[in-house]
Every structure is written in structure tokens, then in C-alpha cells.
């Protein structure tokens, strides 16, 4: 490739990646209108996303009206998950893209009914390389981790948890079988962005849930 042809590049994704960011402060601005408290799910498959958000709905539904974006390339296998607790899904699948972006959730803001709703959980597509350019406009961003993604996940990933607002550190149920420090994991964490809030939680046990619960509403 020429070198115009990579600077062309680079100009068409700074471009996309600020109209992203122009839409997300919309999508923001929306949201607080309404008064909906959101919050934007990030990590790898397997990591526990679903599992989490299940574990939150779950306490929570009877006194919130929820609404749960679900994020994947194809299916809708995690959005029936979370849709047994009673709560209202919506399944965007994206094809080839490996990430929500703005347009996605302002098109959900755009036709759904958002007087009905007081908390919106958006699951992004599962990995921790593409979320990390593609800001949502939710106000919190949370990065999901577990053990057995081995004790070099975070290290191996600093954008997503630099820009993040928490980080769980999740399955700590297995942590008598893992080979993990947990204190090195948070260190590192913490290295990358001194301001992240960090859980440590098992989405199995309910580990923790209470406590992150607690915070995310408070």
C-alpha cells in the first residue's frame, strides 16, 4: 500500500472514530434527558458479561424498569438469557463489525419508548480490542475480565481498561484451581488507570453482586 493510500486510511478512521464519539455525546444527552442511568458491558467471550447482567437483573428487576441492549455477531442466545428475568431485550447482531458503536444505540434510543425505562445495560460484542475506539455515550463503562483468561489479560490490554470506568474481575470461584494472582491482576489494573473501580465478583456464587450493585445505582 502507497503511503497516500495509508494516510488515507488513517483519515477515514479518525473520521469515523469522531463521528462516533459526535453521536455518542447525543446519545448522552438523550439519556440524561430522560433521566435513564446507563451503563456500557465490555470484555472478551466467556469472560461472564451475560452472566453478570443476569446476576444484576435479576435482584433489581422488580423495583427498576430495565432495558438490556445485547450485542453479538449472530443469535440472540444472550438476550433470551437476560429476557427470563422479566426484563425488555433488544438483539442487535452486527455481522462482520466486532463492536457496537454510537449509530447502533441511537437508533435503539430513537425508536424505543424511554419513558418506560430507568436503566439500560448494553453487552457489547465480545472481545477487548474493538470496543476500545467506540465510546457509546452510557455513562459508565465496564470492563469485564475473568481468571481464566490468564494473568496477563489486562497487561495485554490496556486501552479498553484506560478508558473504562470499572473493572470486574470476574469467576474467582476458580481461583483455587487457576494459576492467577488477583492482587497482581488489580495492580495492574490500577497501573494502566489509576481512577478504575475494580470488583472482584463470581458471577457463579453471586460473589460480590451486592456490593457491585450497590455502587453502580448509588
Known sequence: MSEKNISRVIELNEDLIENNDRLAEQNSKILKDKNIRAFD?????GA???????KIVERISN???ILV??????????ANRIEKYGVRTIQINTGRECALNSYHISQVLKNYNLNEVDILFIENVGNLICPSDFILGAEKRIVIVSITEGPWVIRK?????????MAIIN????????DVNIEVM?????EINPNLKI?????MTGENISKLINYILN
Do not use: W
Open 41 to 45: 458491558f465490555v470484555g472478551a467471550i
Open 48 to 54: 461472564g458479561k451475560t452472566a453478570i447482567i443476569e
Open 63 to 65: 423495583d427498576y424498569r
Open 69 to 78: 441492549i445485547n450485542g453479538d455477531v449472530a443469535t440472540r442466545i444472550d
Open 157 to 165: 490490554h490496556p486501552m479498553l481498561f484506560k478508558y473504562s470506568d
Open 171 to 178: 469467576k474467582i470461584d476458580l481461583k483455587d484451581i487457576m
Open 186 to 190: 488489580k495492580k495492574d489494573a490500577k
Open 199 to 203: 470488583f472482584i465478583t463470581s458471577a
